[in-house]
C-alpha cells in the first residue's frame, strides 16, 4: 500500500506545524514523535458500528451516548458555543468529539456518501476505474514549506500518483510557500483561468492549502471560467483560521522567536499571520459554495487515546475549549455546503492510513457525481 500519509501531514510534520511546536505554549517539541503511544493494548476493540471498524468498548460508548443526546441533531448547528454546551453535558472532551462525529454520520447527504464508499472502494479494488476520456485535471494546492521539504511529500506526490492512475491528468498549483492567502488565492485563480482546455478541474487542498482555495473561491468562484472547477477535494483544512497563531502574536516570547525563525529563512510573516482566527481576520467568513464545486471535507477526529505525541500538547489545550485536531477546533474545520467525512481517531497529521481505495473511492465520488454537468457542458 503507498504511505498515503506522507502526503496527506506533509504541512505538519516539517512546515508549519514544526513552527508552532517550536514556539507555543510548551517549549521546543520540533523531535517529538508522530507515533500513538499504545493505551488501548488492553481495550476490547472489536465492534462494527457508526460506520467504524473496530471501536474500543469505550468509544462504542461515546457514541452511544451521542447518538441518545437529543440536542444539536444537526451538524450545522454544532457552532463552538453548542460543543461548549456539550462538553458540560458530556463531563468528556472525547464524547463530544464522538458527537461530532455522529452528527456527521447521521447526515443525509454524508451517509449516501458513506455508503458509495463502501461499495465503490471494494470495486477500485478488483478494477481501478479509468476517466482518461473526461479530460479532468487533478491539481494540488500545497501547504506551507513545500518547496523547502520536497521529501516529505509536500507537493503531493503520491496522491497526485492515484488520481493519475485513474486517467486523471495530474498537477501541482506553485503558490508562494509562505504566501498569504489572499496572494495564494490569486495564484489559484489566475492557474484556474489558464486551463482552457480542460472540461473539468478537482482542486486538492491539505492545511493552508484549504485556506488558499477558500480564499480563491471568495475572489473568483462566481467567474465564468471557474466552472471548470468540479470539485474540492479538503483534507483536514484550516479553513477558519486558528487560535494558535493567536496565542503566538499574543506572547512576545514567542512572537519574538517565531518573527526571527521566519526572517532569518526568508518567509513571509503575514503568511503565517493571515491563517490567525479573529474577527478581522482574512479566513472569518462564511463561504459561498459556487453549485458547480461538489466538496469533500475529509477531518481527522481524535480522542485522547489516539492523539499523536507530536499534536499532543495542542491538542490539550485546545480540548479545554472543545474537540479538535490538534490544529484547529472542529468546529472550524468544518465547512457546510458540501459533503463530509471523518477519519476516526486521526489528529491533523493523519497518523492512522487511510486506504488507496478509499482515496481513489473519494475521487471517483466527484467524477461519477459531477460527470453528467461535464457531458451537458460540451
Known amino acids: 500500500m503507498i504511505n498515503i500519509n506522507s502526503s496527506i501531514r506533509y504541512i505538519q510534520s516539517i512546515g508549519f506545524y514544526s ?39 469505550y468509544e462504542l460508548e461515546h457514541f452511544q451516548w451521542a447518538a441518545a443526546y437529543p440536542e444539536f441533531r444537526n451538524l450545522d448547528d454544532l457552532n463552538r458555543s453548542a460543543m461548549q454546551k456539550i462538553m458540560r453535558d458530556a463531563g468528556d472532551v472525547d464524547r463530544a468529539a ?3 462525529a455522529h452528527r456527521v454520520i447521521t447526515e443525509p447527504r454524508n451517509r449516501k456518501l458513506l455508503e458509495y464508499l463502501n461499495t465503490r472502494e471494494s470495486e477500485i479494488a478488483e478494477h481501478t476505474p479509468d476517466f482518461s476520456d473526461l479530460n479532468i485535471l487533478f491539481a494540488v ?40 492567502v489572499e496572494e495564494n488565492a490569486r495564484t489559484i485563480c489566475e492557474f484556474v483561468a489558464g486551463q482552457k482546455q480542460r472540461r473539468g478541474i478537482i482542486l486538492a487542498s491539505v492545511s493552508k492549502g484549504s485556506a488558499d482555495v477558500k480564499m480563491a473561491i471568495q475572489q473568483c468562484g462566481r467567474e465564468p471560467y471557474f466552472r471548470r472547477v468540479i470539485g474540492w477535494y479538503n483534507i483536514g483544512g484550516i479553513n477558519r483560521g486558528t487560535i494558535l497563531i493567536n496565542e503566538i502574536e499574543n506572547d512576545w516570547y514567542y512572537r519574538t522567536e517565531a518573527r526571527t525563525y521566519f526572517c532569518l529563512n526568508g518567509y513571509n510573516w503575514e503568511g503565517f499571520r493571515s491563517m490567525r482566527f479573529a474577527e478581522e481576520a482574512p479566513l472569518n467568513f462564511n463561504l459561498e459554495l459556487p453549485e458547480h464545486v461538489l466538496l469533500i471535507n475529509i477531518i481527522g477526529v481524535p480522542t485522547a487515546l489516539s492523539v499523536t505525541e507530536r499534536a499532543r500538547p495542542y491538542w490539550e489545550h485546545l480540548a ?59
Request: hydrophobic share 40%.
Open 98 to 100: 464522538a458527537l461530532f
Open 141 to 180: 494546492v500545497p501547504g506551507m514549506f513545500y518547496l523547502d521539504n520536497p521529501n516529505v511529500g509536500a507537493d503531493g506526490a503520491e496522491i497526485r500518483f492515484l488520481a493519475q492512475e485513474m486517467g486523471l491528468d495530474q498537477s501541482l498549483v506553485l503558490v508562494d510557500q509562505t504566501g498569504t
Open 19 to 57: 513552527v508552532l511546536i517550536s514556539f507555543l505554549l510548551t517549549g521546543c517539541h520540533v523531535d517529538r514523535s508522530l507515533d500513538v503511544q499504545d493505551r488501548n493494548t488492553y481495550q476490547n476493540c472489536t465492534h462494527d458500528d457508526f460506520f467504524q471498524s473496530n471501536l474500543c468498548d
Open 320 to 378: 479545554q475549549i472543545g474537540p479538535n485536531d490538534g490544529l484547529s477546533l472542529l468546529t472550524d474545520v468544518y465547512m457546510p455546503g458540501g459533503v463530509t467525512w471523518v477519519s476516526w481517531r486521526n489528529d491533523h497529521y493523519f497518523r492512522w492510513p487511510i486506504n488507496e481505495h478509499r482515496i481513489q473511492a473519494f475521487l471517483s465520488y466527484i467524477v461519477e457525481t459531477q460527470r453528467n454537468r461535464l457531458v451537458a457542458a460540451e
